[in-house]
């Protein structure tokens, strides 16, 4: 039996003058941790909490194991340690905006596979050509 996929919210509250060193390391952590198929393609998603700039990254493990498995990956020990010199791990109650039943967060990227959701979403909304 294929063990299933589990989805996480990591929450980082950047330090004084980080948030832009924040953004670009989260963007390598989900690299790192797409090398190191721990999560799966789907593309993860960042959120920017407006009361303190807390910044969410939102993603799918491969597994329930996964995130044991990234505590024991060099690599992945090795980002977590960029991240905690640029940003404390807080948790998501931490987050005014999450105490809300509607948290509401502006969305900053989508890392990983970003590119393509951005062009479509510029595109608009389909419609259809009037028939001849």
């Known amino acids: ?17 980080k948030d832009q060193a ?5 963007r390598e952590h989900r690299r790192a941790l797409h090398d190191a198929h721990l999560i799966t393609a789907r593309p ?3 959120l920017r909490a407006r009361s303190d700039g807390t910044l969410l990254q ?3 493990w491969t597994s329930a194991k996964a995130a044991d498995e990234a505590h024991q ?3 992945i020990r090795a980002m977590w340690n960029k991240l905690a010199t640029v940003a404390d791990f807080v948790p ?3 987050v005014e905006e999450a105490g809300k ?3 509401h967060f502006e969305a900053v990227s989508s890392a990983g596979g970003g590119s393509k ?3 479509l979403a510029a595109k608009g909304p389909a419609t259809r050509r009037p028939k001849r």
């Open 101 to 103: 039943a509607f948290s």
């Open 92 to 94: 998501l109650s931490a």
């Open 58 to 60: 939102i993603f799918e």
């Open 22 to 26: 924040l953004r670009k390391l989260i």
């Open 44 to 46: 993860s998603l960042v």
């Open 117 to 119: 959701v951005r062009a």
């Open 73 to 75: 990956h060099p690599a």
């Open 1 to 17: 039996m294929r063990d299933r996929s589990e989805t996480v919210i990591a929450a980082y509250r950047p330090k004084p003058g």
